[in-house]
């Protein structure tokens, strides 16, 4: 007799179970059309899984990383399911424009001329460190003492332009220019970097601290050139509905908590689509 009321039970709890996840996934209504989608039901988002530790790859070859988080967030809360592709950064906005992706979730740097290709949210704050090998002698203090020296740097985003721009303001000041070696992401610099190669990897700050954490690499600059990441959509439609996720996320602390458990500061202020 007991083990038979313990099988009813037991077996109240699946079907009562199965039928609130079906009443919760009939309620769960995405507010963007799939006209709007790349894929129907699907909230496709881009990254470059090379920047530990916010986005990468781990040894069983899943994705990880607080925006890898983010963006499953995001898409839940918009009744999705989420889908990333891996792609290198200067495929990135070509492949927005020509709708391979719904969002660019890797990162990218704020600035007017995207803002007027794209629909950005800023949501992160982030600057450039210039790392070294763990086992350098050589004195990396300012900017001027990067003078003849190589760095490699990702190709095409944020980061080289401003390497680029202290190649100038060294070059303007009479020393000797940097020679600029860009890579198709910034796993392969940093490669090159530990294999004698380079003499400077440019990253961003998060990244370099997670190297210098490790022992991997020495971070010898770092707060270089501040500046809002954010995310990037084609669709206005879409861009509202993730900001409405991304208010609704720092309304409920769990953008803050996402952002504690990668040591990194939430921005103050509101979020808008610029």
Do not use: H
């Not at 990253?203 to 600059?221: N, P, Q, T």
Request: proline share 5%.
């Amino acid at each position: 007799m007991i083990s038979r009321l313990f099988f009813a039970s037991a077996l109240c709890g699946v079907l009562c179970a199965i039928s609130v996840t079906s009443v919760q996934a009939a309620d769960c209504k995405s507010p963007i059309s799939d006209a709007d989608l790349v894929k129907p039901g699907t909230l496709v988002m881009s990254t470059n899984p090379t920047l530990p530790p916010l986005q990468f790859v781990d040894s069983s070859g899943d994705l990880k990383g607080m925006r890898v988080e983010m963006g499953r967030e995001i898409a839940k809360r918009l009744c999705l399911t989420p889908e990333y592709i891996r792609i290198e950064f200067s495929a990135m906005i070509p492949g927005l424009q020509s709708g391979r992706w719904d969002m660019i979730n890797t990162g990218i740097f704020y600035n007017e001329e995207r803002a007027k290709l794209m629909e950005m949210i800023p949501y992160e704050d982030q600057a450039i460190s210039i790392s070294v090998a763990p086992d350098s002698t050589e004195i990396v203090a300012s900017k001027e003492d990067l003078a003849g020296k190589v760095i490699g740097v990702e190709i095409g985003g944020f980061e080289e332009a401003k390497l680029r721009e202290i190649d100038k303001d060294i070059q303007a000041a009479g020393k000797e220019g940097l020679d600029v070696r860009t890579f198709d992401n910034f796993a392969l610099a940093f490669q090159a970097l530990r294999a004698g190669q380079l003499d400077g990897v440019v990253s961003i700050d998060a990244v370099a601290g997670e190297y210098d954490a490790r022992g991997d690499f020495k971070r010898a600059l770092s707060g270089l050139y501040p500046t809002p990441v954010a995310l990037a959509m084609k669709d206005r439609p879409l861009a509202e509905a993730v900001l409405k996720v991304l208010e609704d996320m720092k309304a409920d602390g769990s953008m803050k908590k996402l952002f504690d458990a990668y040591a990194l500061a939430l921005p103050e202020g509101d979020y808008a689509i610029r």
